[in-house]
């Protein structure tokens, strides 16, 4: 056993390389770090700071044969881990140290059981036999707080929400007690809720049992929640290290400060007073909802019938008027989504939807392509979302293309002109998607949305993808174009801090209702749901001095939206509680 006092992991001048068409290249350079028995250290920056490669650089799993470590030293205890060959480092991987990848989705083999998942690592590490592995499981499933443990184990991954798959992540890492894990954005791609109860799950296990963590993001809320010592990376080197108050309170790179700066707070933007162009006293609203129903049927059984629904969105009324934001907020699968989808015409709905006081319904499909003129959406994943074999200058024009608007030579230089807008040249125009980063390939989505000059865009967790300094400049570059053009956006995001510094009014959305609405002002200074509350206590500080003892979470799952056909599903009422601010009740 290592002493306490010793550091458990040390890597000393660790560089590594990466061989692409212009040779090789250094992706991390001469970095060195401790790591004592029981320490969370946060390895901070964005994305290409080298994070992720320094952390495959410990677990050797560097993608062969492109990456290698160049020079350096990785010491587990007494143990070089550089010079292990392949069979003795599989030894290691799962039992003396482990990692949380950031996708569960994508680490988790879809093809077998999570118990047959779980158990193959206790059985490769362990003497334990097939029974006894299974009780290991269960009690790792235990420990992570998934409920029903025993009947889990039958289950495939697809089966399980995001957050789920995650715990299911962490249990096969502590499964073994290893003396060191590595999370590697473990909650970026979770709701700030979900990400609470991940992050309380880690800190219980590490006191439990004295693991020592090396937690990866470059969220700084979640560094100031969870940090003893934190290290800044930037373009593969170590800008900045010290103790986690000692970084918040004093930092002394000037990209840290600028890391910090970025950071959206609960608070600063009650009371801000945004300025507004003199569209917003015209009278018609840009889009008007009226008891919105989106259902999809699920089919079982022999001979395939309906026998459940998935009461998507039930009930939900709102309006957007010119020049306005309407955030709307909630977790995975309260029908976010699902509501933007409608507005947009893209899933069949029931209800009213009208744009700029035209309904929808029984609009012939001339009239309706004419309507989706007015209502464009920015995406969240902006690769996902661009055509990889396109030039994003030929994929901007494509929206004016399709509704025959302008000649050749006038697309070309509005394009032009909408790349000068949002801060990329009109030189890039001839590039494709995968020659930009994820903040300019954002700002390219956000060109093809005005192309069309909409009166509405919808934001699908628009910045969610995004480090926290693109994240920032998005979001300015979105409420200068609204001052600008006077379009309306409808915000879609589960995090309350940049739903704050965005929105005019906020609606909140649970299980496919809304429950509570009004500005942004009732909602954060005054709110009157238990679920709203609970998303914004949920939301990481980024100030150590205020770290929680606690986080917020649930004391059991969220229901589900699926009834079985004629069961009725659970009704909510909204009532005015004073100048328009909404809370629903159950009815």
Known sequence: ????????????????????????????????????????????????????????????????????????????????????????????????????????????????????????????????????????????????????????????????????????????????????????????????????????????????????????????????????????????????????????????????????????????????????????????????????????????????????????????????????????????????????????????YSGDIAIGGRNLSGLGRDERKAVRRDVQMIFQDPYASLDPRMRVGDLVAEPLLIHGIASKEERSERVAALFERVGLSADQMELYPHEFSGGQRQRVCIARALALRPKLIIADESVSALDVSVQARVLDLLKELQREFGVAYLFISHDMAVVENISDRVAVMYLGQIVEMGTRDQVFSNPRHPYTRRLIEAVPVPDPAQRRSRFARLDQEIPSATRRIGEAPLKLALRDVGNGHLVAAEG
Not at 51 to 64: F, G, R, V
Not at 71 to 89: F, N, P, Q, W
């Open 1 to 348: 056993m290592i002493a306490a006092s010793e550091p458990i992991l040390g890597i000393a001048n660790l560089s590594v390389s990466v061989r692409g068409e212009e040779g090789e290249r250094e992706v991390v350079s001469d970095l060195s770090l401790t790591l004592s028995r029981g320490e969370t250290l946060c390895i901070a920056g964005e994305s290409g700071s080298g994070k992720s490669m320094t952390a495959l650089a410990i677990m050797q799993l560097l993608p062969q044969p492109a990456a290698r470590i160049s020079s350096g030293k990785v010491h587990l205890g007494d143990t070089d881990l550089t010079i292990l060959d392949e069979r003795r480092m599989r030894r290691i991987r799962g039992n003396r140290i482990a990692m949380i990848f950031q996708e569960p989705m994508t680490s988790l083999n879809p093809v077998l059981s999570i118990g047959r998942q779980l158990t193959e690592s206790i059985e490769a590490h362990t003497s334990l036999s097939q029974s006894e592995a299974r009780q290991r499981a269960i009690e790792a499933l235990k420990a992570v707080r998934i409920s029903e443990a025993e009947s889990r184990l039958k289950q495939f991954p697809h089966e399980l929400s995001g957050g789920m798959r995650q715990r299911v992540m962490i249990a096969m890492a502590l499964a073994l007690e290893p003396d060191v894990l590595i999370a590697d954005e473990p909650t970026t791609a979770l709701d700030v809720t979900v990400q609470g109860e991940v992050l309380e799950l880690l800190r219980d296990l590490q006191r439990q049992h004295g693991t020592s963590v090396i937690l990866i993001t470059h969220d700084m809320g979640v560094v100031a929640e969870m940090a003893d010592r934190v290290i800044i990376m930037r373009h593969g080197r170590m800008v900045e290290e010290g103790k986690t108050a000692d970084i918040f309170a004093r930092p002394q790179a000037g990209y840290t400060r600028e890391l910090l700066a970025a950071v959206p707070r609960i608070g600063s933007g009650i009371g801000r007073q945004e300025s507004r162009s003199a569209e917003t006293a015209t009278p018609a609203n840009v889009a008007d909802v009226k008891d919105l129903h989106v259902r999809f049927d699920l089919h079982g059984g022999f001979f395939g019938r309906v026998t459940r629904r998935v009461h998507a969105v039930e009930g939900v009324s709102f309006s957007i008027a010119p020049n306005e934001t309407l955030a709307l907020v909630g977790e995975s699968g309260c029908g976010k989504s699902t509501t933007a989808k409608a507005l947009a015409g893209l899933v069949p």
